[in-house]
């Protein structure tokens, strides 16, 4: 292990041996992170090794693994977490250090701390390679949109502003209103830290858009509409979402029309965020009505595909369909191999820190759903999986406020709001 000192707080190092991470504490530090995927070589501990390590010996963990060509900037923020977050001093390492030291530069030049010369003069003085983070800036600098994302770690969703930057303008996809089954509550945490980054970039909302309607968060379309005055939208098969579940929330009284948007898309439809072209595709099989928003080379998958280390959505709800959402998959990965893939959600597998960005090349070259499978064993690896997950928790409550743009239910007389469910309606119950 060669240790590097970054900052007064920072330092980085090749992976450490179990013996030099017992050793860590004694020399003052308080965090360890991993900034390596699982697996690289069959001699390195790996995360669970580490974690149980860290624990055993009082420091504090995280799991952040990057490669050096698939950096995001939810690494970056993520690494600048557990630095910042952690009382004490920090280790971090990869196998060489090199990707601990990006995440480190790259943060600290997207927060202005430090200029691309000053990066080069800072490997110059600390021997340490700052290729990575240059070269990342640079393809960070030349890309539009930006895309901003939010996650939401109660329904490890991703909500995004999108924005475009000649022009100021943005839309917001996927916003989540927060509510806690257990007391009832509502609350706009989500939704307001959107409003506060669209106010402090000095941003003007024109779109506020949704995919699909979600089954395991409300929407925050009508709210934000309500404070930025943008439209709303959604794909137009929405009315078929609508129909169903009319049918089983026994509903007749439900606009089954799409009146509760302003804008209903349909698929190869055009649109623009600021001077930016954005195009609808249809991707059904999660449900009828899912759409991907292709937003110059930003593709705002949402549940169709997750990140490559975690496959993709399920296909069993109401009108969903395995063999559907492969065809919608395959059109998704006919997008330019460098399209930027937004996933809507992210299950934190082996607890690593939230990520959401991808890329088409990386989609098909690593995803085990997709790579090497055909669409048989794709259908069958669904219907598998699928047959072992619970329902979400907030499928009834979210759906019934979502096939109404995001509004929830009218007061009644007392000026009370309230949900309805149906018993014994859904397939899928899990009871252990
Ligand atoms: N435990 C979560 C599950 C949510 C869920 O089912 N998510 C859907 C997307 S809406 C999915 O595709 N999940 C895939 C998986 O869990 O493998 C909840 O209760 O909200
Ligand atoms: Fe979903």
Same mark, same amino acid.
């Given at each position: ?15 450490? &041996?179990?013996?030099?991470? !017992?050793?860590? !504490? ?38 952040? %693994? ?16 557990? =630095?910042?977050? &952690?009382?004490? @001093? ?11 030291? &990006? ?9 202005? #701390? ?5 990066? $080069?003069?800072?490997?110059?003085? #600390? ?9 990342? @800036? ?26 475009? %930057? /000649? ?71 929405? $009315? ?47 449900? @009828? ?11 705002? =998958? ?7 280390? &975690? ?12 063999? $559907? ?10 997008? %330019? ?16 820190? %939230? ?9 098909? *070259? ?26 979400? *928790? ?22 009370? #709001? ?6 014994? /309606? @859904? ?6």
């Amino acid at each position: 292990m060669h240790i590097t000192a970054i900052s007064e707080k920072l330092s980085v190092s090749s992976q450490p &041996s179990m013996e030099d991470i !017992r050793s860590l !504490r004694g020399k003052g530090f308080t965090t360890l992170i991993n900034n390596r995927p699982n697996d690289e070589d069959p001699a390195q501990p790996g995360t669970l090794a580490e974690q149980r390590e860290a624990k055993h010996c009082d420091l504090s963990y995280a799991f952040i %693994p990057v490669t050096t060509s698939t950096i995001t900037e939810a690494d970056v923020r993520a690494f600048q977490r557990a =630095v910042n977050g &952690s009382e004490g @001093l920090v280790f971090a390492h990869c196998k060489t250090g090199t990707r601990s030291v &990006s995440l480190y530069l790259i943060g600290e030049a997207l927060d202005g #701390r430090m200029s691309a010369d000053e990066i $080069v003069e800072f490997g110059r003085s #600390r021997g340490v390679e700052t290729g990575v983070a240059a070269a990342w @800036l640079k393809r960070h600098a030349a890309r539009r949109p930006q895309v901003k994302g939010f996650f939401d770690k109660r329904t490890w969703s991703v909500q995004y502003v999108v924005s475009d %930057p /000649a022009t100021r303008v943005c839309a917001v996809i996927d916003p989540v209103l927060d509510f806690d089954e257990k007391s009832g509550a509502t609350a706009t945490f989500n939704a307001d830290a959107i409003l506060d980054y669209v106010r402090d970039n000095g941003l003007t909302v024109e779109w506020i858009l949704d995919t699909h309607p979600h089954a395991d968060h409300f929407s925050a379309a009508q709210y934000l509409k309500e404070r930025t005055g943008a439209q709303t939208a959604i794909g137009e098969h929405v $009315v078929d979402v609508q129909k169903l579940w009319s049918g089983i929330y026994n509903w007749p009284e439900l606009a089954t029309d799409g009146s509760q948007w302003d804008r209903l898309f349909a698929d190869g439809d055009a649109l623009k965020v600021g001077s930016i072209d954005a195009k609808v595709l249809f991707s059904p099989g999660h449900t @009828l009505a899912s759409i991907t928003y292709v937003i110059g080379d930003a593709a705002f =998958v949402h549940d169709t595909l997750f990140m490559p280390d &975690s496959g993709t959505a399920r296909a069993d709800f109401p009108g969903g369909d395995a063999r $559907v959402l492969w065809k919608s998959i395959q059109e998704i990965l006919s997008l %330019p191999d460098e399209t930027r893939i937004f996933t809507g959600h992210d299950y934190q597998p082996d607890g690593r820190a %939230p990520r959401w960005e991808s890329t088409v090349a990386e989609q098909k *070259k690593s995803n085990p759903h997709l790579a090497g499978v055909s669409d048989e064993e794709f259908v069958a690896l669904r219907a598998r999986r699928d047959r072992t997950l619970p329902m979400p *928790k907030l499928i009834l409550h979210a759906l019934q406020v979502n096939i109404c743009g995001g509004r929830l239910p009218e007061p009644e007389a007392n000026g009370r #709001r309230y949900l309805k469910f149906p018993l014994d /309606a @859904l397939q899928g119950a899990v009871w252990e």
